[in-house]
């Protein structure tokens, strides 16, 4: 596996399989199919509808738009924080290199701008007449009326959202071959352990865990793309396989507390579980080595989200979120982590979610360079991440970190029993106060507020170091 560079673009970077497909992570094609698309913006803002120059305008964006099209049947402009993402088979990104251009879509809720094969030059300007006269969401009506009834047959415009249906993900009808079949099995048997650890572990809700699985199962049937992907990860690395299904059911689980539609849950399903399709292209021994990768090693391991990403757009039908959350996962909110693509970058919601479910998982799995971590330790490790801080709370507290009913020895050296989550902080519940500093059983129970600040001191008065099981505490009693 080498790095190889894009002879046509020279300020574009490439990572890819020695004579495999390339994904291409920026160049000069997408930044000037932007400047095409404002140009052609603002000149309905200039002149007259009919005027030359804006004719001028829209047959140069065809005109553009035509290499493209010798890629794939449709073209997706992605329009996501100061980014310009640009989809065909391959994937064109820039940074903010077309100024106003991503305000004018945003200002009108618009996430993305999808141009399929066929387009003519009359559909091409009456979109951009009619897009000239909304001003923001709010007077978007027009634009979706005409949308709506299908004024133009090949511009379509959303949001990277759930917005596949049952056709694009192949039927309701769709029938499974033996590979497809032993897939799915293999899945089913790996989501009966997995909700066996849930129920043991008190992760997420027993049965909220059986409806996810049972969700995520009804997209993979559906999407008939997605069984071959995950066919080769379970046969390439048993571990992944597992991983990927804890992933996406600690994500969905998200996706429910913060309100995600039943569509939306389905595709982002889909998404968690083929956000690391990209290691399916990764050598088996650097995946399973039992010990620390070197830098060499590492920077292998780093170009998955790439792979992944370039895998998924190969296939007809999947969801614009799902190639998203496989090359974003593994960027902090900091702008860190890899690939290193996104400067002053803030990641789709989905991916944010997914970094955090990632993290947990590969935390709490056991290695040969260490045990497996406890829930706790887990989550108090990663409280010091660059992840979404607001995020976290709430995965926190969904994994139930100190669930009512827990024991708990502070730092003081009391002994506590969890009275209250705190919504605001997972890590600083209301506490019932059971034994003192002394381990004297305490006659009046008093409630303690673990938010409580010493600012002379500039600490928290209390604090938990550890959870007390059941066993331990009928010895105190």
Known sequence: MKVTENKSSPDTGTAAEAGGPQTVIAGS????????????YRGYNLYPAK?????????RLMDHLRPFFKEADRVTVGFIG??????????????????????????????????????????MEHFFLVLSRVKDAGTAGELETELARGTW???????????ATLEDLGGSDATLNAEEARTVRDYLEASRELIARIQDDKLVDYNLATEIVETILNGLILDSNAIPIMAQIKSHDPYTFTHILNVSTLCMAMGRVLGLQKKQLREFGLAALLHDAGKALVPVEILQKKGRLTDEEFEIMRLHPVHGANMLMQLTGIPDLV????????????????PLLYKNRITHLCS???????????????????????????????SGMPVDPFLFNIFARISNLYAPGEYVLLDTSEIGVVHEINPENAFRPTVKLLFDTTGMKLSDKRIVNLTT???QNNRFLRSISSVISQEEMAKLW
Do not use: W
């Not at 005027?51 to 047959?59: C, D, F, L, S, T």
């Not at 190639?323 to 890899?338: F, K, N, Q, R």
């Not at 947990?360 to 108090?380: C, N, P, V, W």
């Open 29 to 40: 094609q997408a930044e000037l199919l932007g400047k095409m698309i404002f140009a052609l």
């Open 51 to 59: 005027h030359p120059k804006i004719r001028g305008a829209a047959e």
């Open 82 to 123: 100061q980014d310009l993402i640009v989809m065909a088979k391959r994937m064109y990104r820039l940074e903010g290199s077309v100024p106003g251009l991503n305000q004018v879509f945003h200002d009108r809720g618009i996430e993305k701008l999808v141009f399929s094969f066929g387009i003519v030059l009359e559909e």
């Open 153 to 163: 047959r090949h511009i379509s415009t959303g949001r990277f959202s759930a917005e």
């Open 323 to 338: 190639p998203l959350v496989a090359i974003e996962h593994h960027i902090h909110c900091d702008g860190s982590g890899y």
């Open 352 to 382: 944010r979610i997914a970094t955090i479910a990632d993290i947990f998982d590969a935390l709490r799995t056991i290695r040969a360079y260490r045990g497996e971590m406890s829930k706790q330790e887990t989550l108090e490790k990663m």
């Open 453 to 455: 600040f010493d600012s």
